[in-house]
Structures are given as C-alpha cells and as structure tokens.
C-alpha cells in the first residue's frame, strides 16, 4: 500500500493554523526523513481574522520542526493572478485586513450559499503563489480526517473541475480520526492551546451563535469588523442574524453553569409566550414552547434592567 504521505513536487501543503492540519504537515516530514522533499512547499494562508494564538502555533511548527512554512495573505491590489503577499508572524495582518479588502472589492457579504471567502483568501491565494513559483499543475494537500468523509466528497466535487491542481487528502486516505489528532497533541511538548470552539476564523459564520458570543465574550472587540460591514453594506452574513446583536448579547453577564451550547446555537426563551415582556430576554429569541434553562436566563435579565432602573 503506497504511502498518502509520501508526495512528490511540485506540491503544496496547506496549514490552516489547527491541530489537524499541523498533523498531516508532521506525517508529511516523517515519510521524508524529517523535511520537506524538493518541490513540496507548506504555506498558511492568512485571512487576517485567526485567533492570536494561531499565528504562533503556526511559527511554533517552523521553530519546533524545522520546517519553513511560508505565509501568504491576499492582496487585492496586486495584479491578476499575483493577489498574494508574503508575511511573517511580525507583518500578518491581524485586524482582518484581507477579509475586508475583499468584501469591499465584491461589494457584498459571504454567506453560507456563496462563500467566496474561503476560495479567495485561501485557495486562490494559494494557486497564486504556486503559479508564481513557476508550476502549471501541481498536488494541494489538504487536512481532512477520516471521519470528514462528507467535507472529503464535497471538497473533491468541488475541484474537480481545477486543472491547475490536485486536491490529496493524506489523513483521510491513512484513516485518522480526531481521536488520533487529540492523542498526538496530548504527548507533544507545545500545542495549539484553543477550545473547541475557538476554531481559527474567529467571525466564521457557519458557527453557531452561542460560539460567537463566547468568542466575543472571551476577546471583547473580536467581531466588530463584521458588524462594521453588516451596517456598512446593510445586510449579513446569516439570514436572520446580525453580529451587532451577538455582540450586545455577549457584553450582558452570564449565570454560572452557563456555557457554550455544545450544539452552537441560542438557547430558545420562552418565558414571553404568554404575554408581552416587561424586561427583555437575554436571548432575544421567542419560541412557543418552554425549554429548560431561560427562567434564570430571563430572570437575570429582570433583575439588571431593576438595577439599572
């Protein structure tokens, strides 16, 4: 059985910032004596919007492992077919730079249908670069586990139709799981150090709204800029949703237990069926069924809007 990590040049590793894929870039140099083969390059493209402890889990691969990762961040300044930069930990944008300059280049927001997002900070950012390497077709591994089976097929559909590259996915092929992602980063002497649900992108929008609010909670300042375009261009990025809100939501203090729902949405209030609500509900929802937890939510509310009276 051939080797998923074993890749030939011209080649492209992609380090998105996370345990998974530092796992494969780790895979990657053992299968080549502890380095890069000739031709095979590992790049983290930067979306300006990563968790501050992104950037130095990634520098911690270059200093820890000896491999060179290059950094890239679009630029839409730049000509045609060259919209890339190339940064360090010191000069990566931090304030979602990159993210905002496209948006407003597009003139409309991401959203779950047309994610453009991640094709033009990240894919197309890096074909960019390897076209400016001189390659016409070369191989682009990608970190999905085993048990991303559906990520995998969607992914393969979606480039099937590229003819510049190849998408590889080394730990699918080798069967890793994420329970083999946690085990290996347990016994390492650094790791990335974020939760769950701190994943790289912070303002994601494919996150649930309780994840957002923890993000904020945790970081105060950290999605503003994506309230900032939603009022901007008038719209957002999740029907039904706005980052001002979520925003509002997290300044409000939380009751002790309370924590991120492991299923990423707003716990449902229903403490307002009845009749019209003299405080506002914490979770600025309604729904027509009473669900465990918003008494207290609701009647933490109460009692802030009495103090403040």
Known sequence: MNDPFRIEGPAIINVSGGRTSALMLRRVLDAHGGALPDGVVAAFANTGDEHP???DFVRALTDRWGVPIVWLER??????GRRFRVVDHTTASRKAEPFRELIRERRYLPNAVTRFCSQSLKIETARDFMRSLGHEHW???IGLR?????RVAKHRERNESEDEFTSVYPLHAAGTTKPHVTKFWKVQPFDLGLEWWESNCRMCFQKGASILERTERDAPGSLAWAAE????LRATFTKGRRYLTIIERASRPMLPGLDVDPEGVVLPCSCTDRRPPRWRCICGTHRNRFERGHTLLCTLARD???RDA
Do not use: L, N, V
């Open 53 to 55: 402890k992104t950037y």
């Open 75 to 80: 630029d839409g300044k730049a000509p045609a």
């Open 139 to 141: 191989t682009s591994a």
């Open 146 to 150: 085993a048990d991303e089976a559906a």
């Open 229 to 232: 375009e939603e009022a901007r």
């Open 304 to 306: 802030e809007a009495r």
